[in-house]
């Protein structure tokens, strides 16, 4: 006997379903348009580029949902509703398949493969899913999740797709009851839905099953109407913001094109792109970003989720001519503004790709260059930056003091190099970082590195210019390096400073500057691997690594540093529980290095405390940053004398034998 079942059994008229179904599907339709009028506000943007590689991120975000699946519980949830969901749609369409042009859906091994046991199995993981999430919303959640002006709208989507999966069931189980139907075990949620309504006569059972059918159809069609108007939009807007995701690295910001700008960085919503839009209407609101911002884990106001809703709220009530409020400073604070450390945790966590840095960078903007309106202390290092090509103020010395008696060439008198050696303003300036830039030379020098510098020709990358706001700064300070770079033809560049890594190797090749850059981490790393440094001094102590947001995060450099330190003998290295790419921040980065934290516990204490509960005797980074940072921290805990702020370099450097 071949396997199958009578399509629409016992629901006479079924096609009655397709104009009811209509009514719901306009109210569906205009929900879409709606939204869809919310992004056209936006400025155009430019995200159709690279097709196969956003599929495949497509495929391995938006269906695998591999960034959701970190978190094992709400992988779970999510991988069991999503799918579940959309196989049940899919096996549905296959019913009208049939319905419409005869194909033989419900007939034979498919039907019995996929039409009922498959289709069941992942029914019954959805019910597991909702049962998960509603216990995670009404019961012990964790902080990050929903907002409580949203929760009742989760409640009812979630309650509608549990009634919707429920009645499924029972109506499958009263067709198997009825019909006593001999594949019914194929299908073991509607068999198990069979069992408590057997003793039912069959003329009751059909009875109930035409009932709840149309329940059932009624249900699902509000469902889908309400999907638009719900928290669930982001069902449709997030897979559509993965597959047109930000293809660039974290750490790079959108130049402006400042000949033809009629403004500079965004002050009023409909001057973000529509992609930036479809950000604001992609969220979740899962609090991922939350969870992991520095900013927010030390009392600060900013919380990434936050800019987003209350961005995503502007919009809307913009679009409704009913929010007169400015955006710049009072539906985004200052304080908010001045919180981010652009250090990327937000842009790693979220499973969906939204970006909140671009989107404070933009008002920052605004901001700095059309209001001249940011803390003094930034405005000072903007100035010194302008005047002497560094942001510190205040200091005599120049761009080689650090480097007399080491015999560092430079390129003016020696010619093009190897390797450039690009220093940084905090090597070249400050007086802690200048015995890291010595510790690189000398390991430099040592390995028989052809290297040089440039010197007193060296100006600031701009890094903080650009994350402060100034891109007019910037672009000058990064015009004019380029220039220098491309007169001499320099082709390699290392450099200590993770800034200066990322701005060279991911902001300046926008602007005419293509040159292969390498973090100081990577050289070394390299250079013990083909053994030309040699560690053999023992370090009988413990270390801790911390990963720099500009090395790690927005540049993925995680195991050259560790390769380093692995390698000395007796060196032990204890990993902090937030590293790699959860790491957790220094505190400087966003222009932060020049800005005094007011506002809760400062953020370099709180990562501070989170390596001396490790017990280190070193504390090693690759930055300069997080190296004036972790000095000060260390010295407020009062553990200067035990635990040493080291960069890598200098570590390598300890243990290096020299010659006899």
């Not at 005797?617 to 635990?643: G, H």
Request: a neutral charge; glycine letters at 8%; charged letters at 20%.
């Amino acid at each position: 006997m071949t396997p199958m079942r009578e399509i629409y059994w016992n629901i006479p008229g079924h096609l009655f379903l397709y104009l009811l179904f209509f009514p719901f599907l306009v109210v569906f339709l205009y929900g879409i348009y709606r939204n869809l009028r919310l992004l056209f506000m936006g400025q155009p943007a430019a995200v159709w580029d690279h097709f196969w590689d956003r599929l495949k991120g497509f495929v391995e975000h938006a269906v695998l949902q591999r960034r959701i699946a970190r978190d094992a519980i709400s992988g779970l949830l999510h991988l069991s509703m999503s799918w579940g969901f959309a196989i049940l749609l899919i096996a549905t369409c296959l019913v009208a398949l049939q319905d419409y042009f005869g194909v033989p859906i419900l007939y034979g091994h498919f039907y019995l493969y996929f039409m009922s046991l498959t289709v069941d199995l992942f029914g019954l993981a959805a019910i597991v899913g909702v049962g998960i999430a509603l216990a995670r919303r009404y019961g012990a959640k964790p902080d990050r999740l929903l907002t409580p002006r949203l929760a009742d709208s989760y409640g009812i989507l979630l309650t509608l797709f549990l009634i919707i999966l429920i009645t499924g069931f029972v109506i499958e189980g009263l067709r198997i009851a009825a019909t006593a139907d001999p594949w019914g075990r194929w299908s073991p949620g509607g068999w198990l839905a069979s069992l408590p309504v057997l003793g039912l006569a069959p003329p009751q059972q059909a009875i109930l099953h035409r009932l709840l059918w149309w329940f059932h159809a009624i249900i699902a069609f509000a469902f889908i109407a309400y999907l638009p108007y719900s928290i669930s939009l982001h069902m449709l807007a997030a897979p559509v913001n993965i597959l047109l995701r930000n293809r660039q690295r974290s750490g790079v910001l959108e130049p402006l094109d400042l000949e033809h700008a009629e403004r500079f960085g965004a002050s009023t919503i409909d001057q973000y792109t529509w992609k930036h839009l479809l950000d604001l209407e992609a969220c979740t609101e899962c609090g991922r970003c939350q969870q992991a911002c520095p900013a927010w884990m030390t009392g600060k106001p900013l919380t990434p989720k936050g800019v987003i809703i209350d961005l995503r709220d502007h919009l809307r009530l913009v679009a409704e001519g009913g929010d007169r409020r400015k955006m710049v400073g009072e539906v985004i604070s200052h304080d908010v503004l001045w919180s981010c450390t652009t250090c990327g945790a937000c842009h790693q966590e979220c499973p969906v790709f939204i970006e909140p840095i671009p989107k404070i960078v933009e008002m920052r903007r605004h901001l700095v260059m059309e209001e001249a309106d940011f803390p003094e202390t930034m405005q000072q290092a903007l100035r010194s930056l302008e005047e002497r090509g560094h942001p510190f103020r205040g200091t005599g010395a120049t761009r080689t003091d650090w480097a007399k008696g080491l015999g560092v060439k430079e390129v003016a008198t020696n010619g093009r190099p190897e390797i450039l050696y690009w220093v940084g303003c905090a090597a070249a300036f400050d007086e802690r970082n200048q015995k890291v830039a010595a510790s690189l030379a000398t390991l430099l020098q040592r390995a028989g590195v052809n290297f040089s510098i440039l010197g007193e020709e060296e100006r600031c990358t701009g890094d903080p210019a650009r994350r402060i706001g100034n891109e007019y700064l910037f672009q000058t300070l990064a015009q004019e390096n380029i220039t220098t770079l491309n007169r001499y033809g320099i082709k390699k560049i290392v450099t200590s400073c993770p800034h200066c890594f990322n701005t060279i190797k991911n902001e300046y090749p926008r602007m005419g500057g293509s040159y292969e850059v390498v973090h100081h981490t990577e050289m070394l790393a390299e250079l013990v691997g083909q053994g030309r440094l040699r560690p053999q001094r023992r370090m009988d102590s413990v270390a801790s690594f911390h990963d720099p947001c500009y090395l790690g995060r927005h540049n993925g450099v995680y195991d050259a540093p560790r390769d380093v330190l692995g390698s000395i003998p007796g060196l032990q290295v204890k990993e902090m529980g937030r590293c790699r790419e959860r790491g957790f921040c220094c505190g400087a980065g966003g222009g932060l290095m020049w800005f005094e934290e007011k506002i809760g516990k400062r953020v370099s204490w709180e990562r501070t405390e989170e390596a001396l509960a490790l017990q280190p005797q070193v504390l090693a980074s690759a930055c300069p940053f997080c190296l004036i940072m972790f000095e000060d921290a260390i010295k407020v805990k009062e553990a200067s004398d035990r635990t040493k702020s080291l960069d890598l370099a200098e570590v390598l450097a300890q243990s290096i034998q020299r010659a006899e």
